[in-house]
């Protein structure tokens, strides 16, 4: 790898600290705040759970569509691929606190064992979901750096878990939608 290269990585790394803080704090933050409670009109933010969820579920389409697409050595491809992959999570993100900041909380209304599988699920969920944000910026980070031996190594551990990530988010708004009000 080239000194500029290097150098270009570090300056990425700042910024990776930078967001893998900010964005869960941010998020934290905002779910404090419920627009509705301060005279805002939300209602047509409530319809947005079944689009992030299919945001989430496309984001796990394109993963693995980005999988492939590397195996066949198909790298353009992969690269849009990935790009779009990381497009949709940010999509999610913002679609997610918006309906968070606009919402009350729905409370999960199954009982006996369902109840302790979803906890773990969302638990597990979102643990990942912080998790994953500096794999996945390091992950890109090495691939336009052009630290492809890097790259390929960290993605065999950021993509199960970005995917994990995404289907879950799925499977928790399948869960938990028959609870909506």
Known sequence: MSSVNIEKEKK???????????????????????????GFDVEPLTSLPPIYATTNGLTAVILILALLAIKN?????????????????????????????????????????IKYIYYFILFTHIVLSVVIIPFVLITYVKAITNNIERHKK??????????????????VYLMISPYYI
């Open 73 to 113: 050595r198909n790298i353009k491809l992969h690269e849009g691929l990935m790009k779009l992959a990381i497009g949709l999570s940010v999509l999610f993100l913002v679609l997610y606190v918006a309906y968070h900041m606009t919402s009350d909380t729905t409370k999960f209304g199954g009982e006996g064992a």
């Open 12 to 38: 990425y790394n700042k910024w990776i600290v930078v967001l893998s803080v900010v964005i869960p704090i941010a998020v934290a933050a905002l779910f404090g705040v419920n627009l509705r409670s301060l």
């Open 154 to 171: 960290i993605a065999k551990i950021t993509f199960p878990m970005w995917l994990y990530v995404a289907v879950t988010g799925v499977i």
